[in-house]
């Protein structure tokens, strides 16, 4: 009796086909096919239960340029550049080479011209060896070529390049799929049978009634779908966003300022004196714009404030207040400088304010400190306001964010007396300082023409942010990296508070 | 915050016990000192700048046991006059015009207390002095000394004398070039003259504020000590003095006052206590306790204050070296931290206002929304960036003019304020090159331009997709559908945008108004980011869109 003919679905021909010829990894299948990985998956995992195919598993190696390499595969190696130059001039001193290098190249084109003995030194002068082996740069115009080469394992001289931080390597595992014999036979002796089989129901086959008789195909269920990325707001938004809500909750208003402005409204005004660490070249950006024209009552007030303290009882700082230095424009370093200048602007004025946005500090960027942050800050002005309150503004806020434990420490800041830091605690990471606030200086208040007391605090939202978001790198709230911001899930932290 | 070190020991012997290093911990909360950790019998502690009398072990052990209970109001030192006096030259009026002296005898040092003096020292230089900036200090022993001071400028090739740790004679000119501290703070004098303070003997003590004489420095041995501080401000360099006397009696002494003349002008070392007064009611209102006159004595005297009521006001004798006190105020935060902050009862604040949220946010909301709907990633760019990347890079050059610098960037990276935020998004993508595709991505962010010598804050939205084909169409139906659900009627109008493919890029109007762009970007702006699929962005200007 003749053996069954192999019954077929077009798609299934249609895949088969293509392995005719020869065997196929199945990236390439999908893609010649142009069917997705994931359809092409499940249908292999069909084929094999068929014993229509067999595979075989073979680990390879992408090799890619790193910025470095795409640099090098353009220009040459600086060994290479430095072999050229020699074999146009035959010896060179070390002086005439800092004249054509810049002191970073020469240092690797030396190092590695030795290493890989392309050059000698002697008697003064740098000479080519006899061993000229420019195989290297041959093995990088190639990547950068291709963009991406496949390895089946790894040389030396792929080992030295990736040792030199020129390449990158990813290990692969590839699945390469082949017909076996009989059905391949049975593909090209056409002996096989088409069956028309439906995998997905139309509108048109629910309004002509054939769905009754339609046999359709049953879900693969073991098959992983396609991954979809949706799209969302970014975590540190989102976070920021609740931050938000909890303070309209409290009955706070939202407020905003100028991020380039004159030290004068930084700081000045903040009683911050003009000696001050924070306000030199290394702590604070200046950008590069004439300083601006500061005139009016307030200064004339912010310059005793700085002298003589401005009132009764205080004795100031006791220095010559400059206008010069405050008219220097900067960055802003911190939102407060937002609070103060709505208390100019509203004086004497039952209010409760705040205001979420970025400030710039000159900090190298490490898994702590970024040039660029967020602060929320804000305050309370009214009649009878006192520390107790600001102490209780605290734990309320914090309770409000799902934390439940907060203490206080005493702490200096030159605008406000009393000042404090408040310490919450998060679950996996213990104690974190995250609110430091006070009172406004009764100089400062005075300066500004307010008699309620002031209480001003301030969230370190960036730290907050990375304890319930489990971010251990502050740059991270800023990530370059799409998968990171595709694929966190946010379920995980705010469940862990 | 200074780095400060303390030492156990000397803690420990002088409460008369040891305490767990939680206990310590707790009683250094009260300093507004942070411990950090143990290198051997040192604890490392960060301080806050404002309390420089708390930044020695002696300074600090003193305001502990107040703390503790173990002793209690202000410290009593024996002042007398001294029979010398300080002449200080008018020439130095406007170099560094001013310097105060006092002195201390009696007093008992060995090798570790002489130790935490010096370092003591250096900390106040460092930090309260501003790199003796503001001020210098010396110190001296006054059995190598005789009869007046003087203070005066002299040329560098005039000087001469053995300065510290140096095993000869050298000249100015040698000290600034030869040695460590003259290499380190020569730009603080003339560039061929420094302040000097010799002996009637003609002795150098030292050459300010660079560095003192090796001859007739301070040793274990020594029980008469000179302490000097140069500046510009008396009552600062005054206060700088005073610091030391503090540290340094804690090692027993009487200290000297000394006369300062300036021409027919004098003035003395000045000692003085100062006297500060508030009232219970005025405590009450700042920080809502409620105390009664024996805690509120008992309190400030714990923070070593000498205390009297008079009146119901409390009258506060403040340490002459507590040169954070400005205001009555500060004495009411060392009141409120003796309480402990942590034992003050909370009562919410009875302030009753109209939440409200700013315009700007509920629309950036509100277009969340929907460019999540549209299915695109929201990303975060820092607002500093390379210039590069927003002009030649994007083929902007002509910008350049608008583009704000930093005077002191930190690096290449952010040595400006991006005028646009395109082309921080196209630095984000090419991080991303070998991660999954389609990518479609959004920042809403602010920019800032200079137009026409004004500061120009913007707020925008850029959105682009990139693919390995990308649809115009679909673009435009994205933008066309944001627009429409705010009410806007928007239309296209033929733009060629340098960073844009020819005839493929277009100004975005609503109502006559120019509202942002859409454009293919040219692969050579691509390739400039190593991005090696077409892309498609328009950016948005939200403020001018939404009168922000």
Not at chain 1, 28 to 51: C, D, W
Not at chain 1, 271 to 298: C, K, W
Not at chain 2, 191 to 220: F, H, Q, R, W
Not at chain 2, 450 to 463: P, V, Y
Request: include cysteine; proline fraction near 4%; charged fraction near 30%.
């Amino acid at each position: 009796m003749a053996e069954a003919k192999p019954k077929l679905t077009r798609l299934d021909l249609e895949l088969l086909t293509f392995l005719l010829e020869h065997e196929m990894d199945v990236d390439e299948l999908s893609r010649l096919a142009n069917i997705p990985i994931t359809t092409v998956f499940s249908k292999i995992e069909e084929f094999k239960q068929k014993g229509w195919i067999s595979l075989r598993e073979e680990h390879i190696y992408k090799v890619r340029l790193t910025e470095e390499g795409l640099n090098y595969a353009e220009q040459g190696l600086p060994e290479s550049r430095l072999v050229n130059i020699l074999k146009e001039n035959k010896e060179l001193k070390m002086d005439d080479l800092k004249r054509i290098f810049d002191e970073k190249t020469l240092k690797i084109a030396l190092t590695n011209g030795f290493k890989r003995k392309l050059i000698i030194y002697q008697d003064g002068f740098l000479k080519l060896s006899n061993n000229i082996d420019l195989s290297l740069d041959a093995l990088l115009k190639e990547i950068y070529e291709k963009r991406e080469i496949e390895l089946k394992s790894i040389e030396e001289e792929i080992k030295y390049l990736l040792h030199r931080n020129l390449i990158e390597i990813k290990p692969l595992k590839k699945i390469y799929v082949s017909l076996n014999s009989k059905l391949k036979h049975d593909l090209q002796t056409g002996n096989y049978t088409i069956v028309e089989e439906k995998s997905k129901l139309t509108s048109e086959d629910i309004i002509s009634g054939k769905w009754k008789e339609l046999k359709l195909k049953q879900y693969n269920l073991s098959a992983l779908p396609p991954k979809i990325y949706f799209g969302r707001t970014h975590i540190y938004m989102k976070f920021l966003d609740e931050v938000r809500k909890i303070l309209l909750e409290m009955g706070f208003e939202e407020e905003e300022g100028p991020y380039i402005l004159p030290e004068f409204w930084n700081f000045d005004v903040l009683f911050v004196p003009q000696d001050h660490p924070a306000r030199d070249m290394h702590a604070t950006f200046r950008v590069n714009l004439s300083p601006v024209n500061l005139d009016g009552e307030i200064v004339k007030r912010v310059k005793e404030m700085h002298e003589n303290g401005g009132i009764k009882d205080s004795i100031g700082w006791r220095y010559k207040w400059e206008k010069d230095l405050a008219s220097r424009l900067i960055l802003r370093t911190h939102t407060t400088t937002v609070s103060i200048n709505y208390l100019y602007k509203n004086g004497n004025r039952i209010a409760k304010v705040f205001c979420i946005s970025r400030n710039f500090r000159y900090d190298l960027p490490d898994a702590t400190h970024s040039p660029e942050f967020y602060q929320c800050e804000g305050i309370m002005v009214g009649p009878n306001l006192t520390f107790k309150n600001l102490l209780a503004f605290f734990k309320d806020f914090s309770e409000r964010l799902g934390i439940e434990k907060i203490k206080f420490r005493p702490t200096y800041f030159p605008f406000t007396e009393p000042s404090v830091e408040g310490i919450i605690y998060h679950k996996s990471l213990g104690w974190i300082e995250a609110l430091p606030g006070g009172m406004f200086r009764p100089e400062i208040l005075n300066a500004m023409k307010v008699e309620y007391p002031v209480l001003a605090w301030g969230i370190g939202i960036d730290r907050l942010a990375m304890a319930v978001l489990e971010i251990e790198d502050i740059r991270e709230l800023f990530s370059q990296d799409i998968s990171f911001l595709r694929n966190y899930k946010i379920y995980n932290a705010y469940s862990k508070l | 915050m200074p780095t400060v070190s303390y030492n156990l020991d000397e803690i420990y012997k002088s409460i008369g016990k040891q305490i767990s290093l939680e206990e310590l911990n707790e009683v250094l909360e009260f300093c507004k000192c942070e411990f950090k950790q143990i290198k051997g019998s040192e604890v490392i502690c960060e301080i806050t700048p404002d309390r420089p009398d708390l930044f020695s072990t002696e300074g600090l052990v003193h305001f502990l046991k107040g703390i503790l209970g173990l002793e209690k109001g202000i410290k009593k030192i024996k002042v007398f006059k001294e029979n010398f006096k300080v002449e200080i030259s008018d020439e130095l009026k406007n170099i560094r015009p001013y310097v105060v002296i006092a002195t201390i005898r009696g007093v008992k040092l060995d090798d570790e207390s002489l130790k935490r003096i010096i370092n003591y020292q250096e900390l106040l230089h460092e930090n309260w002095c501003r790199s003796r900036k503001k001020a210098s200090i010396g110190l001296y022993d006054l059995s190598k000394l005789h009869g007046n001071i003087k203070f005066e400028l002299r040329k560098l090739d005039e000087i001469k004398f053995r300065p510290l740790e140096e095993k000869r004679e050298m000249s100015g000119w040698e000290i600034i070039k030869n040695t460590e501290k003259g290499l380190k703070y020569k730009d603080l004098i003339l560039p061929n003259a420094a302040p000097v303070l010799v002996d009637s003997k003609g002795n150098y003590l030292s050459m300010a504020p660079i560095i003192n004489s090796e001859d007739c420095k301070v040793t274990k041995n020594t029980t008469d000590i000179l302490i000097d501080s140069t500046g510009f401000d008396i009552d600062f360099i005054n206060s700088v003095v005073s610091l030391m006397i503090h540290t340094i009696t804690y090692y027993g002494g009487e200290v000297g006052i000394v006369k300062h003349q300036i021409g027919d002008r004098e003035y003395y070392t000045s000692l003085s206590n100062k006297a500060y007064q508030f009232s219970l009611k005025d405590f009450e209102k700042v920080t809502g306790l409620n105390l009664t006159c024996n805690q509120v004595i008992d309190f400030l005297e714990k923070a070593r204050y000498g205390t009297k009521i008079e009146d119901e006001q409390i009258k506060v004798e403040v340490p002459f070296y507590r040169v954070d006190i400005l205001h009555p105020i500060d004495i009411i935060e060392d009141l409120a931290i003796i309480y402990g902050y942590n034992k003050i009862e909370l009562e919410l604040p009875v302030l009753v206002t109209k939440p409200k949220i700013s315009k700007k946010t509920i629309i950036h909301n509100l277009i969340r929304d929907i460019m999540n709907g549209f299915g695109f990633q929201e990303i975060l760019n820092y607002m500093l960036c390379d210039f590069e990347i927003q002009t030649t890079k994007v083929n902007l050059d002509q910008i350049s003019s608008e583009i704000i610098t930093i005077q002191n960037p930190i690096s290449k990276d952010f040595n400006c304020i991006r005028a646009n935020l395109f082309p921080c998004v196209l630095q984000f993508l090419s991080k991303n090159t070998s991660k999954p595709y389609p990518q479609k991505v959004y920042e809403i962010g602010d920019v800032i331009n200079l137009s026409e010598g004004k500061i120009i804050t913007k707020n925008k939205l850029a959105a682009c997709v990139i693919d390995n084909i990308v649809d115009f169409e679909l673009m435009h139906g994205y933008l066309f559908s944001l627009l429409e659900n705010f009410n806007f009627d928007l239309t296209l109008s033929n733009a060629n945008l340098p960073f844009g493919l020819e005839e493929r890029s277009a100004y975005i109007n609503v109502n006559s108004k120019t509202i942002g762009w859409i454009a293919e970007i040219n692969p050579n702006v691509l390739l400039n980011f190593s991005l090696r699929m077409p892309a498609i962005i328009f950016e948005l200007d939200l403020t001018k869109t939404f009168d922000f």
